[in-house]
C-alpha cells in the first residue's frame, strides 16, 4: 500500500496515519510523492517530503520527476500527470492501493463545480471511496472535515508544506475553496459543507440505479451491425422504445450507444447527447449530426444509425 503525498496537511496526516496503521494491520506501507515541477525548486522540496515520510516509517518511498503537458487546463493536466504518475508508481512496487488523501471539504468542492457546471447526477456524486484501475485509489479521509485532519497534523507537529497553487485565485478550486465555500458558510451555516458532502453520496446512488436500469434498457433497444473492417461496429437503436423511457435513462443509453459507435467518452458532453436525444423527435426536421471521433448519428425511419465515418 502506497501512500500519496504532497507534503500538504492533508497528505502528511494520511501518511503519518498509514505509517501508524500498517504494522498492527500486517502491511507493507510506503509512499510516493510527485513533482511537477512547476515551480523553481520543486525537485528539492518532493525530496523533502520523500524524506519525511520516510522517518514516519514508511518504506519504499519515491519522489517521481512528471513532466505535466498541456490538455484541458493546467489543473487537469497536472492531474493527469500525477495519476499517471502515482499508478505507474504501484506497479512497479506491486501495489494494490495507493491512498489519497481528500477529505470531505474536497468532496463538498468538487460538488459545488459539478454544480456550476450543470452537470447531472453521475458529476455530483463527486469522488469515490475507491476508484481507478482495479479499484485501486482509496481515500479514506472522505468523511473527516479538514479542520480535524490539520489538527491531526498539528497534534503531531508534522511538518507541511502547502501548495501554494492551493491559494492561487487563478485556479477554480481555491476560489471555491477560498471564497465560495466561505461566503457559503456565511449565509447558510456551517453544515453547508457536510450537506454537499451528503449530496454526493446520495447522488451516487442515484447514478448507480440509473446506470443499471439503462444496462437493462441498452439490451432491450440496441443491436450492434458488424464493424467494416478496422473501424468500430455501427450501432443500431429502436427510436420507439428509447421514447418509451425515461429521460435520465434515454441520455445514458445514447451515451453508450455512441461510446459502442467509436465516440471517445472524455469527449462527449452533456450538450452532445442532449442534440442526439433531439433526432429522435425529429426536432426542426432535423436528421443527422456529427459527434466527436468522426461519429455520425442518422436517423433512418424507426432507428437511429450511429457509425464511424
Ligand atoms: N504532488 C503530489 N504527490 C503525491 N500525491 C499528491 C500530490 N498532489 C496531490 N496528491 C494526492 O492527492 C490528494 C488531493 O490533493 P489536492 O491537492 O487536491 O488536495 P489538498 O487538500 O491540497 O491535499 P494536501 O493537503 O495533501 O496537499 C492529496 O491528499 C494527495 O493524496
Same mark, same amino acid.
Given at each position: 500500500?502506497?501512500?500519496?503525498?504532497?507534503?500538504? =496537511?492533508?497528505?502528511? =496526516?494520511?501518511?503519518?496515519?498509514?505509517?501508524? %496503521?500498517?504494522?498492527?494491520?500486517?502491511?507493507?506501507?510506503?509512499? &510516493?510523492?510527485?513533482?511537477?515541477?512547476?515551480?523553481?525548486? #520543486?525537485?528539492?522540496?518532493?525530496?523533502?517530503?520523500?524524506? /519525511?515520510?520516510?522517518?514516519?516509517?514508511?518504506?519504499?518511498? %519515491?519522489?517521481?520527476?512528471?513532466?505535466?503537458?498541456?490538455?484541458?487546463?493546467?489543473?487537469?493536466?497536472?492531474?493527469?500527470?500525477?495519476?499517471?504518475?502515482?499508478?505507474?508508481?504501484?506497479? /512497479?512496487?506491486?501495489?494494490? *492501493?495507493?491512498?489519497?488523501?481528500?477529505?470531505?471539504?474536497?468532496?463538498?468542492?468538487?460538488?459545488?463545480?459539478?454544480? !456550476?457546471?450543470?452537470?447531472? $447526477?453521475?458529476?455530483? #456524486?463527486?469522488? =469515490?471511496? &475507491?476508484?481507478?484501475?482495479?479499484?485501486?485509489?482509496?481515500?479514506?479521509?472522505?468523511?473527516?472535515?479538514?479542520? $480535524?485532519? /490539520?489538527?491531526?497534523?498539528?497534534?503531531?507537529?508534522?511538518?507541511?508544506?502547502?501548495?501554494?497553487?492551493?491559494?492561487?485565485?487563478?485556479?477554480?478550486? #481555491?476560489?471555491?475553496?477560498?471564497?465560495?465555500?466561505?461566503?457559503?458558510?456565511?449565509?447558510?451555516?456551517?453544515?453547508?459543507?457536510?450537506?454537499? =458532502?451528503?449530496?454526493?453520496?446520495? #447522488?451516487?446512488?442515484? *447514478?448507480? !440505479?440509473?446506470?443499471?436500469? *439503462?444496462?437493462?434498457? %441498452? !439490451?432491450?433497444?440496441?443491436?450492434?451491425?458488424?464493424?467494416?473492417?478496422?473501424?468500430?461496429?455501427?450501432?443500431?437503436?429502436? $427510436?420507439?422504445?428509447?421514447?418509451?423511457?425515461?429521460?435520465?435513462?434515454?441520455? /445514458? &443509453?445514447?451515451?453508450?450507444? *455512441?461510446?459502442?459507435?467509436?465516440?471517445?467518452?472524455?469527449?462527449?458532453?452533456?450538450?452532445?447527447?442532449?442534440?442526439?436525444?433531439?433526432?429522435?423527435?425529429?426536432?426542426?426536421?432535423?436528421?443527422?449530426?456529427?459527434?466527436?471521433?468522426?461519429?455520425?448519428?442518422?436517423?433512418?425511419?424507426?432507428?437511429?444509425?450511429?457509425?464511424?465515418?
Amino acid at each position: 500500500m502506497l501512500a500519496a503525498c504532497s507534503g500538504g =496537511a492533508d497528505s502528511m =496526516a494520511l501518511a503519518s496515519a498509514l505509517a501508524f %496503521e500498517a504494522p498492527r494491520l500486517g502491511l507493507r506501507a510506503g509512499g &510516493v510523492t510527485v513533482d511537477h515541477g512547476l515551480q523553481q525548486g #520543486s525537485d528539492a522540496r518532493a525530496a523533502e517530503v520523500a524524506d /519525511r515520510m520516510r522517518s514516519l516509517g514508511l518504506a519504499p518511498v %519515491e519522489a517521481v520527476a512528471v513532466s505535466v503537458g498541456r490538455g484541458g487546463g493546467p489543473e487537469a493536466a497536472a492531474r493527469d500527470a500525477r495519476y499517471a504518475a502515482l499508478d505507474a508508481a504501484a506497479e /512497479r512496487h506491486g501495489a494494490a *492501493a495507493v491512498l489519497l488523501g481528500h477529505t470531505r471539504d474536497d468532496q463538498a468542492e468538487t460538488v459545488l463545480l459539478g454544480l !456550476a457546471r450543470g452537470s447531472g $447526477t453521475r458529476s455530483l #456524486s463527486g469522488m =469515490a471511496w &475507491v476508484s481507478g484501475t482495479g479499484g485501486r485509489y482509496r481515500r479514506p479521509f472522505l468523511q473527516l472535515d479538514r479542520h $480535524t485532519v /490539520r489538527e491531526a497534523c498539528l497534534a503531531q507537529s508534522l511538518p507541511v508544506w502547502e501548495d501554494p497553487h492551493n491559494a492561487d485565485p487563478a485556479y477554480t478550486r #481555491s476560489r471555491v475553496r477560498h471564497e465560495a465555500l466561505p461566503i457559503l458558510e456565511k449565509a447558510l451555516g456551517k453544515g453547508v459543507v457536510e450537506a454537499l =458532502a451528503r449530496t454526493a453520496q446520495l #447522488s451516487r446512488d442515484d *447514478a448507480d !440505479a440509473l446506470d443499471a436500469w *439503462a444496462a437493462r434498457a %441498452e !439490451a432491450e433497444v440496441m443491436t450492434t451491425a458488424p464493424a467494416a473492417a478496422g473501424g468500430a461496429q455501427a450501432v443500431h437503436l429502436d $427510436t420507439g422504445g428509447l421514447r418509451g423511457l425515461p429521460a435520465a435513462v434515454r441520455r /445514458r &443509453v445514447l451515451r453508450r450507444a *455512441a461510446i459502442a459507435a467509436g465516440a471517445p467518452a472524455g469527449s462527449l458532453f452533456a450538450r452532445h447527447i442532449e442534440e442526439v436525444d433531439r433526432l429522435i423527435t425529429g426536432w426542426r426536421g432535423q436528421r443527422a449530426l456529427n459527434l466527436p471521433g468522426r461519429v455520425e448519428v442518422r436517423r433512418e425511419g424507426g432507428r437511429l444509425v450511429i457509425r464511424q465515418g
